[in-house]
């Protein structure tokens, strides 16, 4: 007969075992795709074993620490330069493609109420249009009461990917801003205050009648954030939707873009949301451990493959079936282990 203590003991060895079995990889990087990537890395955990460690700390950071080798990958809504990938021997491949929204405090101005342009963004975001009662502002929101208050912009004070695709928009559509502040994952505001994080900018916003800043989709709809409408290239208004996001991501040149780093900012269609973006991971190819990598590998093919709908559910757009497959021929040619071999 079995005792209870051996019964114990062997529920233990049991428990330790599944305990071992889940096999961690890290990553660091982008805000923007975090929601997806924890979602993702639930899901993974018990489906093939694996816990993802990921740690939302910007794209400038999580470039930093794949360049170091400080995490088994590293995460980034702005492409690195093809310069920087081939010195630091790393691949570069696409996750998901998410939407960058604006977001307002505004008393008495309700949910996608209020319409603005890109060229009015950047005025706002250089200090230039100063009040919300403005007669542009009022002139485009025939209708509806815009309270006398000062406008106070809000950006990310950390590296951010999620700044690299705004300030992309705002490039794009103001040759002023283009000129004097760029785009980039830092710039030098020219107005406003800064955040740390997207949770840092809502809270800021949350908290600051007047306020307006950016963020990614997901974070906004999961804190139900009051979102505004922007006019796009084809000139008409749009709402921030899985519609819009898709009509922008249909319209990009994968077969043009290099090293996966398809444009998507302000594309054409009268449906567009005007600022969506692809994000991305930057893999070694010469990792010291290929088991650790082939584990990243598994994990990103799993989300490929079964992650569609967890995506898009927080209203991000999965890939093509068609970039997919062209990112696990890239894997399997470029990235090899210390014994010459592909890792997957």
């Known amino acids: 007969m079995i005792t209870k203590t051996a019964l114990s003991i062997l529920a233990l060895g049991i428990a330790a075992t599944a305990g071992a079995q889940a096999q961690q990889i890290t990553g660091a990087g982008a ?6 990537y924890t979602k993702w890395g639930e899901a993974a955990k018990t ?11 910007g794209s400038g950071g999580g470039q930093n620490q794949i360049l170091q080798r400080t995490v088994d990958f590293g995460a980034s809504d702005a492409p690195m330069s093809a310069e920087k990938l081939e010195s630091g021997k790393l691949l570069q491949f696409p996750t998901v493609m998410g939407a960058v ?4 405090n505004l008393p008495g101005v309700e949910m996608n109420q209020l319409k603005i342009s890109g060229e009015m963004l950047a005025d706002i975001f250089e200090g230039k249009i100063k009040k ?3 007669p542009q502002i ?4 025939r209708g509806v009461t815009l309270p006398n208050l000062p406008i106070a912009p809000v950006y990310r004070a950390d590296g951010s990917g999620t700044t690299f695709v705004y300030t992309s928009y705002l490039a794009s559509v103001s040759p002023e801003w283009k000129e004097k502040v760029g785009a980039a994952t830092s710039v030098k505001w020219p107005a406003g205050a800064g955040a740390k ?3 840092g900018i809502s809270a800021t916003v949350r908290n600051t009648k007047g306020a307006i800043g950016y963020v990614e989709n997901a974070f906004a709809t999961q804190n139900k954030l009051t979102t505004i409408q922007l006019r796009n290239k084809a000139g008409h208004f749009v709402k921030p939707s899985m519609e819009a996001f898709s009509a922008a991501a249909s319209s990009g040149d994968w077969a043009g873009a ?3 780093a398809v444009n998507l900012i302000d594309r054409d269609g009268e ?7 692809v994000t991305f991971i930057e893999l070694p190819k010469d990792p010291k451990d290929g088991e650790r990598s082939a584990n990243v590998i598994k994990f990103f093919d799993w989300s490929y493959k079964n992650g569609s709908a967890l995506a898009t559910s927080l209203e991000y757009i999965p890939l093509p079936a068609a970039i997919q497959d062209v990112v696990r021929t890239a894997w399997h040619t470029q990235v090899v282990g210390p014994d010459g071999k592909p890792v997957y």
């Open 47 to 57: 489906a093939i074993g694996l816990e993802l460690n990921y740690q939302a700390i």
């Open 31 to 36: 805000t923007f795709p975090a929601p997806v």
């Open 138 to 141: 009022v002139e485009m929101n």
């Open 271 to 277: 449906k567009s949301w005007p600022i969506v973006s």
């Open 101 to 104: 929204v604006i977001i307002v």
């Open 132 to 134: 919300w009662n403005d």
């Open 258 to 260: 290099k090293n996966f």
């Open 197 to 199: 994080g997207n949770d």
